[in-house]
């Protein structure tokens, strides 16, 4: 296979402020591994090394090889809540890891809740640039 990366997509049409993009897309790009370790589940008695053979359970090989790699990250955006969910159909059709997030606008989007971000992968390049190779950088 080839590289591994991950591919983070933010929302420009909502015109958060830099600190909000960030965090989004910081949540984006941790949530994979926060879904993986909460399916863990009973396993926090589990002796140590018998945790983290548990763990490994969870996660794909790419996502082995971008934990214990690179951490590449490639933050693109889109400019509808259309474009994003897009993306998210594509991903779950082709059965890439992908994470929504959504805000719960307290600090902004009026108390509404809205969809953000995205974060595709840990994948290989060839299974993620099919769903994201044309976007935009940020």
Same mark, same amino acid.
């Given at each position: 296979? &080839?590289?591994?990366? $991950? ?11 830099? &600190? ?8 984006? @790009? ?5 879904? @993986?370790?909460?399916?863990?589940? &009973? ?5 140590? $090394? ?9 996660? #794909? $090989? %790419?996502?082995? /090889?971008?934990? $214990? &790699?690179?951490?590449?990250? *490639?933050?693109?955006? =889109?400019? @509808? ?9 594509? %991903?779950?059709? %082709? +059965? ?5 997030? +959504?805000?719960?606008?307290? #600090?902004?989007?009026?108390? =509404?809740?809205?969809? #953000? ?8 390049? /060839?299974?993620?640039?099919? *769903?994201?190779?044309?976007? =935009?950088?940020?």
């Amino acid at each position: 296979m &080839g590289n591994v990366k $991950q591919v983070i997509v933010i929302r420009k049409d909502l015109k958060m402020r830099r &600190g909000k993009e960030i965090a989004q897309g910081a949540h984006a @790009s941790v949530a994979f591994l926060a879904d @993986s370790i909460s399916k863990l589940g &009973g396993a926090s008695k589990l002796h140590p $090394q018998d945790e983290k053979l548990f763990a490994c359970a969870f996660i #794909t $090989q %790419a996502e082995s /090889e971008w934990i $214990q &790699g690179s951490f590449r990250k *490639i933050c693109c955006i =889109v400019h @509808s809540e259309e474009e994003l969910l897009a993306l998210v159909e594509k %991903a779950n059709a %082709a +059965q890439v890891t992908c994470e929504l997030i +959504q805000d719960s606008g307290l #600090t902004e989007f009026g108390g =509404v809740p809205t969809y #953000t971000a995205a974060a595709f992968g840990p994948d290989y390049d /060839e299974n993620l640039d099919p *769903i994201t190779g044309d976007l =935009v950088l940020y």
